[in-house]
């Protein structure tokens, strides 16, 4: 099996298609990794998420990363890493910004933010409204698995 | 939809059945992500790896985690994530603990160390070598999603 690096369109590609990446944080070097819904445009991953561990996290160390894969097997697999800067889409000062990431997460996401919004409606509680943010992607890289004789 | 925690037996006994996770270490506060073969048993995950920067960051700053998930659709899905300390399996300090490590990892993942031998007798590059190391788990904890009739 070879590794070989990924070209930087088939990496915005990829991300494109994922729906499901694994967001990196850390706070004093503690690493913290969850998986979240994600919507890719160019320059941008968009995410929703309630309040916890991981928006306090990046509040104060907005440095992130995400991670997607496709792991089929031994010499099918794909890896894509962005990093980038978290940016909390709160209002108003990103009411636009706000909306166009719903819209973008309603195409894949719609049940979860459904499910949020009900759960809401039962219990009046500020933990389970949902917070949008974007990562800026700073940069991209990807690396994948190739069987020897292809 | 709810998110419950996973009880602790139940977090480790999904660690165990996993065979990829997703490794999570930072540098100057910089997290980085890469999926990896993973072996559990109680106190440690056991992996293996190229000699890259994943590896030169955790000799660097040893706080790691590992996330692992099954995520099946809207209400089905279970992430536990895993946090500790990186301890890198040199020889011959931990002789006996690489060859532990080799064979957990041989039961599920010996087709990928069999390329890397294979693909070091063709080019004797040490950045091929494998490298055993094991995370020191600390703390476990883990979240599911449950549909509100369940």
Not at 8 to 17: G, M, Q, Y
Not at 43 to 53: A, C, P, R
Not at 128 to 139: A, G, L, N
Request: contains cysteine.
């Amino acid at each position: 099996m070879l590794i070989k690096e990924v070209p930087d369109a088939e990496c915005r590609e990829l991300l494109a298609k994922a729906s499901i990446g694994r967001l990196g944080c850390s706070l004093d070097d503690q690493p913290y990794v969850v998986p979240l819904c994600i919507a890719y445009e160019p320059g941008y991953l968009y995410f929703f998420s309630t309040l916890g561990k991981k928006i306090e996290w990046m509040r104060t160390n907005p440095k992130v990363c995400v991670q997607i894969d496709d792991i089929n097997g031994r010499s099918a697999w794909v890896s894509v890493l962005a990093n980038g800067h978290y940016q909390e889409l709160e209002e108003p000062r990103f009411t636009d910004e706000r909306n166009h990431a719903r819209k973008l997460l309603e195409k894949q996401h719609l049940w979860w933010l459904n499910a949020l919004a009900e759960r809401r409606t039962q219990l009046p509680d500020q933990a389970i409204t949902p917070i949008f943010f974007r990562m800026q992607i700073d940069s991209i890289s990807g690396l994948r698995g190739v069987s020897e004789g292809e």
